[in-house]
């Protein structure tokens, strides 16, 4: 995205509804000189690339975002990793440029992708079996409804 389909997504995503180019053109305006036509133009090449879908309304559009910020985060991550010749020393690379902060989050982010860690117990239960009536662990490979593939879906 360039600045200023940047400058408009943020608002979209901000807003978290279906917005008009005239709600779009009004915020704007607060930091910049811009006219109707410029921001209604931006509009539609982000309809164009599949980032904001559109609904007629009398004889304008809503404008609604199709993913979130977080997810157009994603796909320039993975863009720019696919294209490293050495995605390995890449990542080495982007967790050094990475504050405490920032690594305390991708640690946060790992642990919801990899899900609960089943950890040996430091005692010996005194039964291996289960109680009678008692629910087996569920095996999300077993259970499609509670899995979630390396996508995030």
């Given at each position: 995205?360039?600045?200023?389909e940047d400058?408009?997504?943020?608002?979209?995503w901000k807003?978290?509804r279906p917005?008009?180019?005239?709600?779009?053109l009004?915020?704007?305006?607060?930091?910049?000189?811009?006219a109707?036509?410029?921001?209604?133009?931006v509009?539609?090449?982000?309809?164009?690339?599949g980032?904001?879908?559109?609904?007629?309304?009398?004889?304008?559009?809503?404008y609604?975002a199709?993913?979130t910020?977080?997810?157009?985060?994603?796909?320039?991550?993975?863009?720019?990793w696919?294209?490293?010749d050495n995605?390995a020393?890449?990542?080495?690379a982007?967790?050094?440029m990475?504050?405490e902060e920032?690594?305390r989050?991708?640690?946060d982010?790992?642990r919801?992708?990899?899900?609960p860690?089943?950890?040996?117990p430091?005692?010996?239960?005194?039964?291996?079996e289960?109680a009678?009536g008692?629910?087996?662990p569920?095996?999300?490979?077993?259970?499609?409804?509670?899995a979630?593939?390396?996508d995030?879906?």
């Amino acid at each position: 995205m360039g600045e200023l389909e940047d400058a408009v997504m943020s608002r979209v995503w901000k807003w978290n509804r279906p917005v008009t180019v005239r709600e779009v053109l009004e915020d704007l305006q607060k930091e910049r000189s811009i006219a109707y036509t410029t921001v209604m133009t931006v509009l539609d090449n982000l309809h164009q690339k599949g980032w904001v879908r559109r609904e007629a309304e009398g004889r304008a559009y809503r404008y609604e975002a199709v993913s979130t910020r977080a997810a157009y985060a994603a796909a320039l991550m993975n863009d720019a990793w696919s294209q490293s010749d050495n995605p390995a020393a890449a990542l080495v690379a982007f967790f050094g440029m990475m504050s405490e902060e920032q690594r305390r989050s991708l640690s946060d982010a790992v642990r919801i992708v990899q899900g609960p860690q089943t950890q040996e117990p430091t005692e010996p239960s005194e039964s291996a079996e289960p109680a009678e009536g008692a629910e087996p662990p569920q095996d999300p490979a077993q259970n499609p409804a509670s899995a979630q593939d390396h996508d995030g879906r």
